[in-house]
């Protein structure tokens, strides 16, 4: 496949950009990562970038007394709760009348929510895993019979791999809550799919060829996404009718949870073949371990360009209040 040129050739038509990383949630240091790798690239493309960390950063700087500093933000925040990726911040932008990259307020907190994220795919049909939602004090036990197990256990509304257990046997359940626990909001027993982990990535109305990821260990996690140098990422991760079923789910799951701009699907595929959404990323890393770039070098796209072109998504996206 090939993508469609860039729209923008003179970096003076961005204005200048706020790329807002860091923030306040359990997944800042990957977030100053991937903004240390964005600002460099929009830099090195002439644009007046630059580096603002946290929302209220971001809050003094476009309502301060010397008025409006940026024209668009590049979000690169990761998470909720003083992350980027709940709603939070693109409502206030939206308020404001600012134009940012990633989807809106609805499809930011849709996906940000896995419950609420498997509630829509399961009332369109798409293919999820069984899970049950998990309050504090609810009986662990009796919902991973419910599934069968194995299950997984994990935050609702964490991304990163952070807080996720894999329990096969009753004896692992108790220790898996606790690892959740340390994180707000609800969480999420899910039946665990033993197969293939894919990923595929959005680009404006796009999808990108998919990565299969194969860890050197059992599983994809934190240690294997941003730390480990032998997890292999196979891209495009299957080629034919698989491929393009693969881009169609990605695109049809990104969809329905009103995502829009850029993004990246995560599923699993069983070892009967069947594929099973996981979750959408609406602001994905963009560090040297990270998936989107590497599916946009499988068609030539350069990690610079790539930032490019997702900072032009922010140019489709109404302003409403802007002066």
């Known amino acids: 496949m090939t993508l469609s040129p860039a729209r923008i050739r003179d970096p003076r038509d961005f204005g200048r950009v706020a790329v807002l990383m860091g923030g306040t949630s359990s997944e800042r ?6 903004g240390r790798n964005v600002l460099e690239a929009l830099v090195g493309r002439g644009v007046d970038a630059v580096a603002v960390d946290g929302i209220p950063a971001l809050v003094a700087a476009l309502t301060g007394s010397v008025g409006r500093r940026f024209e668009r933000v590049f979000n690169i925040l990761h998470g909720n709760r003083g992350g980027g990726e709940d709603g939070v911040l693109q409502g206030l932008l939206e308020a404001l009348g600012v134009p940012y990259t990633g989807s809106g307020v609805l499809g930011s907190a849709l996906s940000m929510d896995k419950i609420r994220s498997k509630q829509v795919w399961q009332s369109l049909g798409l293919p999820t895993p069984g899970y049950v939602s998990l309050e504090r004090g609810d009986d662990v036990v009796a919902a991973a019979h419910e599934l069968g ?53 959005v680009l404006g109305t796009d999808a990108l060829p998919s990565i299969r990821i194969v860890p050197a260990g059992e599983y994809y996690d934190y240690h294997a996404k941003y730390v480990a140098e032998d997890t292999q990422y196979l891209c495009p991760g299957a080629t034919g009718l698989v491929e393009q079923e693969f881009g169609s789910l990605a695109l049809a799951a990104f969809l329905a949870v009103d995502c829009s701009g850029w993004g990246r699907v995560d599923f699993m595929r069983d070892r009967a073949g069947r594929s099973w959404l996981l979750e959408v990323n609406t602001a994905p890393g963009m560090t040297s371990h990270s998936l989107v770039p590497k599916a946009a070098r499988n068609l030539g796209i350069e990690f610079d360009e790539l930032v490019w072109r997702v900072l032009e998504t922010s140019l489709a996206r109404p302003t409403p209040g802007a002066a």
């Open 149 to 201: 197990l194995p299950v997984i256990v994990k935050p609702a509304c964490e991304g990163s791999s952070v807080g996720i257990s894999r329990c096969f046997r009753d004896a692992d359940l108790a220790a898996a809550v606790e690892l959740a626990a340390r994180y707000e909001g609800p969480m999420l027993v899910e039946k665990l799919i033993e197969g293939d982990e894919y990923t595929v990535a």
């Open 29 to 34: 240091e990957v977030s100053l990562d991937s």
